[in-house]
């Protein structure tokens, strides 16, 4: 069962409340790097611990992995408001990038957000034959959308500062223009809702905000982006039958965005799906409210200017570390990222972290 009904989750249509979504951990106090990488609730714990109890005699239930990529793959799509069908799974977000970047027409523009995470600029940047990638400053985006601009690239949530983008504006200026989009959810999804559908492409990996282990990315796409794309990444798990499509190159590509695959690296697979389950069944905007609430909290009790759009995530000017340096002190876990101290609150944690946060960068 990869709910546990013992916390009141024998519902799979169910929308979780945070409290329930909390008892599914074990862990969380004092840890405030879910934007670095979640803490393992205690059912992919188990899976995981499964998964090595089993392989020393035994090796991998290879039935039950295909069985677990369909699950898994329903609850992403669940995560990212689209349908199983227009969700492609892969191992990292820049692979999944790559893909998009390869069937650019030669010698297209590609606008991009200063400063955003290198693993989805950098295969634009790279990928020759005459692509352009300019970036410019994040409040700036949709502005610099021009006729003429092939592709926007741009993360949902900073990876370094915690800011959220205006999504409707830039999805708005790249239809009047003409361009294409893609949104890296990596740093959204799991405290917030997202709405993939507004979107040509979506990239998430699932090791951060959706705390699963490392290895399972997702690719959500229109259908009619789509099916504009070559699968050039085609693989044998990628057929329409994986199992006969291991040897030669006569294989069957389903209509689904299933043909952009990428071979799933298995124990991670199986480690994810509980997770995955997890937040595909959770009251998402309950988890949007629960999180900025408690980072609003903190901003207020730092001194901190609320932002424009709320985020689970924040950053300050941090040049030298000493921030960083008292949070560690005081035994909590947080990140320093472009000079800046960066906190992140999720679902398993709550007031008593604030405060103990803001006490120690008072000491």
Same mark, same amino acid.
């Given at each position: ?48 611990? /499964? $998964?090595? #109890? ?63 995470? @290198? ?25 610099? $959308? ?37 949104? #890296? ?20 990996? /699932? ?13 959500? +796409? ?33 209509? @689904? ?47 901190? /200017?609320?932002?424009?759009?709320? @985020? ?5 000017? #941090?040049?030298?570390?000493?921030? +960083? ?39």
């Amino acid at each position: 069962m990869l709910l546990r009904e013992a916390d009141g989750m024998d519902s799979p249509a169910s929308d979780l409340t945070p409290d329930q979504v909390r008892a599914a951990f074990d862990g969380g106090r004092d840890y405030l790097a879910a934007c670095t990488g979640g803490l393992y609730p205690r059912d992919t714990v188990v899976a995981l611990r /499964a $998964v090595l #109890d089993r392989a020393p005699a035994r090796g991998l239930d290879m039935p039950e992995v295909d069985r677990t990529v369909v699950a898994l793959r329903a609850d992403a799509a669940r995560v990212l408001g689209v349908r199983a069908d227009d969700v492609a799974i892969g191992s990292q977000t820049s692979v999944l990038v790559s893909l998009l970047a390869a069937n650019l027409p030669d010698g297209a523009q590609v606008l991009g957000v200063e400063g955003d995470f @290198s693993s989805l600029l950098l295969p634009f940047a790279y990928a020759g034959r005459g692509i352009r990638l300019r970036t410019v400053p994040l409040q700036r985006l949709a502005d610099e $959308v021009r006729p003429g601009v092939g592709l926007v690239a741009f993360s949902l949530a900073q990876s370094a500062t915690g800011e959220v983008i205006d999504a409707d504006a830039v999805a708005a200026a790249a239809r009047a223009a003409g361009a294409r989009t893609l949104c #890296d959810a990596t740093q959204a999804a799991g405290w917030m809702p997202v709405d993939a559908a507004r979107f040509d492409a979506v990239v998430c990996h /699932a090791y951060k905000w959706l705390c699963s282990p490392r290895g399972v990315a997702f690719l959500a +796409l229109d259908p009619a982006y789509a099916a504009r794309l070559r699968p050039v990444q085609a693989n044998w798990y990628a057929g329409v039958e994986p199992w006969r499509s291991v040897y030669g190159t006569d294989v069957a590509f389903p209509a @689904s965005a299933r043909r952009f695959d990428v071979s799933p690296a298995w124990e991670a697979v199986l480690g994810a799906a509980p997770a995955l389950a997890l937040f595909a069944r959770a009251s998402l905007p309950q988890l949007h409210a629960y999180t900025t609430g408690l980072a609003a909290a903190f901003r207020d009790g730092f001194g901190l /200017a609320q932002p424009a759009i709320p @985020s689970a995530m924040l950053a300050w000017p #941090d040049p030298d570390g000493a921030d +960083l340096a008292r949070l560690t002190a005081a035994g909590i876990t947080a990140s320093g990222r472009a000079g800046r101290a960066r906190l992140a609150f999720h679902v398993f944690n709550d007031a008593d972290d604030v405060d103990r946060a803001l006490a120690a960068l008072r000491a």
